[in-house]
């Protein structure tokens, strides 16, 4: 989302400006997108996450779900923020790229 308060400041000064309309937020909210038709999705978010609150992703897992798309989620409960492009080894949230090679492979993307 890009609503407050769940929206991550820095993305939506970055895609939206200091001062965003109420049409562009909500223009630019994934949750708000119409997902009917859309491929299946992969959602990870990390509870101790102090960048992104963790309702940013449920409230998309929430539009998926009503969109009738395919998705997958994992919450955990440590990993912080940004933990796919930093070592976390030996944290709750280290196990992901295993997950997601599973995910690929039921949906027939990785062999």
Known sequence: TMAAPF???GSRNEMLGETPTADAI???S???MDW???PPVFLLHAMDDEAVPVENSLQ???ALKAGGVKAEAHLFEEGGH???IRLIE???AAVWPELVLRW???HGWVS
Do not use: K, Q, S
């Open 26 to 28: 909500a223009r630019y």
């Open 104 to 106: 690929g492979r039921r």
């Open 30 to 32: 994934l949750e708000r």
């Open 36 to 38: 009917t038709g859309r």
């Open 82 to 84: 940004g933990f796919g």
């Open 90 to 92: 030996g944290r709750p």
């Open 7 to 9: 929206a991550h400041p």
């Open 60 to 62: 998309l897992l929430t």
